[in-house]
């Protein structure tokens, strides 16, 4: 069993940066991929970033490629996401997920991934 909890997000001005955080409880973090993931109202989960289970290996959306920035620890099993130059279109509920198949150095499908956070809300005004 691995749970997962977001915090960091918040109310931004357009332009501005916000850092999520992703902590896992349990056992071998360091054997998931973990993926961040955005639900906007009235729009389905999407993908954002993922990295793999060394940190050495992280793939982006092209919506958020060149502005946000995935990183993890795993001595603190921790993921974090930092968020720049946001725009009102980033608005969304961000969850954080672990993908434990070994399989896989990285994924970017909904359906890859085993457990899920709650989510933390990102909101930015323009």
């Known amino acids: 069993q691995v749970q997962l909890v977001e915090s960091g997000g918040g109310l931004v001005q357009a332009g501005g940066s916000l850092s999520l955080s992703c902590a896992a409880s349990g056992r071998a973090f360091s054997n998931y991929v973990i993926g961040w993931f955005r639900r906007a109202p009235g729009k389905e989960r999407e993908f954002v970033a993922a990295?793999?289970?060394?940190?050495?290996?992280?793939y982006y959306s092209d919506s958020v490629k060149g502005r946000f920035t995935i990183s993890r620890d795993n001595t603190k099993n921790t993921v974090y996401l930092q968020m720049n130059s946001l725009k009102p279109e980033d608005t969304a509920v961000y969850s954080c997920?672990?993908?434990?198949?070994?399989?896989?150095?990285?994924?970017?499908?909904?359906?890859?991934?085993?457990?899920w956070g709650q989510g933390t809300q990102v909101t930015v005004s323009s």
């Open positions: 990295i793999s289970r060394s940190g050495g290996s992280t």
């Open positions: 997920a672990a993908d434990l198949n070994f399989g896989r150095t990285l994924a970017a499908d909904i359906r890859d991934y085993d457990y």
